[in-house]
């Protein structure tokens, strides 16, 4: 089975480098995909996807593992019905709800610049309210070592700095896996590789 590795906005492949080799050591092989918000509409990135996991499933079963914003990707890429859903889809840090973040940095130019219409879908109510939910087995992992308290724009909330644990949730019964990492290098964590591992085994090509 092929896992296809989506990294998160203002972010590049070779973020999820490591996973991504941590992965292939424990059998899978595994694939990127690249793009970059600031020259390309959420629209256009979405339809690249749609047409890489459809050659990767031509190829046999696939899983994915997106960080942030790659799992909001993922959510409308798979809409399509010509495209096969995979076995799993593990989220990163994937703000699933419009995180709360998201509106006060657009008021700053240099976000607005580099985060194009990606940027502003995550300000969007309307946005996540016509976002689908996923129809694949999927799993949340959150990191919940962001900073709280009353100077935290999060309050006594869990968050990963960057996204608060209640916005990871596609539906509020989800369960969430949360690990004591912070957003941006979630993916680098020994523990958060060897979860996704795990999340991922029943797939695997290798006798456990």
């Known amino acids: ?10 972010r590049t492949p070779f973020s999820l480098l490591g996973l991504a080799q941590y992965l292939e050591r424990h059998g899978w092989a595994t694939e990127q ?9 959420f629209e256009q990135i ?16 696939y899983s994915i593992v997106a960080h ?8 409308a890429a798979l809409t399509c019905p010509k495209t096969p859903d ?10 699933n709800q419009p995180p709360r973040l998201a509106a006060w940095a657009w008021q700053l130019p240099p976000f607005r ?5 990606c ?10 309210k016509a976002l689908p939910n996923l129809d694949a087995p999927y799993t949340v992992i959150a990191g919940v070592g962001g900073p709280r308290g009353s100077l935290s724009p999060f309050g006594e909330e869990f968050n990963d700095g960057i996204v608060a644990l209640e916005e990871t949730r596609l ?18 964590h020994l523990p958060l590789q060897r979860t996704v591992r795990d999340i991922l085994r029943p797939h695997s090509p290798m006798s456990w």
Not at 33 to 41: N, V
Not at 46 to 61: E, S
Not at 119 to 128: I, S, V, W
Not at 171 to 176: I, Q, R, T
Request: proline share 7%.
């Open 119 to 128: 940027g502003f879908n995550l300000t969007d109510p309307a946005f996540y």
């Open 113 to 117: 610049w580099w985060t194009g219409q």
């Open 33 to 41: 995909f690249s793009y970059f918000a600031a020259t390309e509409s």
């Open 171 to 188: 539906s509020p019964a989800d369960p969430v896996i949360q690990l004591p990492v912070l957003h941006t290098f979630m993916m680098n």
């Open 68 to 75: 942030s914003l790659g799992g909001v990707l993922t959510r």
């Open 86 to 95: 995979p076995e799993h889809v593990v989220m990163l840090g994937t703000p």
């Open 1 to 10: 089975m092929k896992i296809l590795c989506i990294h998160g906005l203002s």
């Open 46 to 61: 979405v339809v690249r996807l749609r047409q890489k996991i459809q050659a990767i499933a031509k190829t046999g079963k």
